[in-house]
């Protein structure tokens, strides 16, 4: 049997595993994509956003999806979403909300495009859920974090507002 041509390069998708390869001076790690992504030392410590996103995750979404994203009878397990859903795909699903059709039961995602306490911290959920998916962050908080930068405080106080 002839060995299969080698099929034509595609674009390579964009994978939670992607490792940060770029920070930016606000202490903001990207993959070679320039999605948010995390940043996790040897010794376990996390980068600020990531920790962050561990409190705001069990803040506004644990109590559908449980306890550090990992499902409930409500909602999907995010750990599992988010090893193949793309950044946008997740900014559109959070903002806008989703539901689920044709099922007995009526799923609900909420639409949290208008809710600062989600808004303002979206990437940080969003680098967190990745973590957890690829498998570099277990369940709990974290070992320890990197210390809040200073822009960070300020674009929290931008965004939140007065
Ligand atoms: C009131 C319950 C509820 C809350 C609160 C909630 N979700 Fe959801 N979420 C759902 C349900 C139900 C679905 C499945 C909807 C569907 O399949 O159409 C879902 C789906 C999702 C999906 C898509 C998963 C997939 O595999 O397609 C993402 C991503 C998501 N939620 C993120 C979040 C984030 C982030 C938060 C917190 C800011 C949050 N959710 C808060 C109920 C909730």
């Known amino acids: 049997m002839l060995a299969p041509a080698v ?20 202490g903001k790690y990207f993959d070679a994509a320039g999605n948010p992504t995390y940043k996790i030392g040897k010794n376990g410590e996390v980068d600020w956003y990531t920790f962050s996103g561990y409190r705001r995750f069990n803040g506004s979404c644990e109590v559908c999806h449980g306890f550090d994203g990992s499902g409930s009878s409500f909602a ?11 950044y946008d795909d997740f900014v559109k699903t959070v903002v ?3 539901q689920a059709v044709n099922t007995a039961q009526a799923l609900v995602m ?6 600062k306490n989600v808004m303002c911290y979206l990437d940080d959920i969003y680098v967190y859920l990745r973590a957890r998916a690829n498998g570099a962050l277990g369940s709990g908080r974290p070992a320890a974090n990197a210390p809040k930068p200073k ?8 965004c939140m507002g007065p």
Do not use: H, Q, R, Y
């Not at 390069?9 to 940060?20: K, L, M, R, S, T």
């Not at 909420?110 to 809710?115: C, H, I, L, S, V």
């Open 151 to 158: 822009t960070a405080a300020d674009n929290e106080n931008a």
């Open 110 to 115: 909420p639409a949290f495009g208008t809710n």
């Open 96 to 98: 806008d909300g989703k």
């Open 7 to 26: 099929p034509p390069a595609i674009a390579a998708p964009v994978v939670p595993n992607d490792p940060a390869v770029a920070s930016s001076d606000d």
């Open 76 to 86: 999907p397990d995010l750990t599992d979403s988010l090893k193949s859903m793309s």
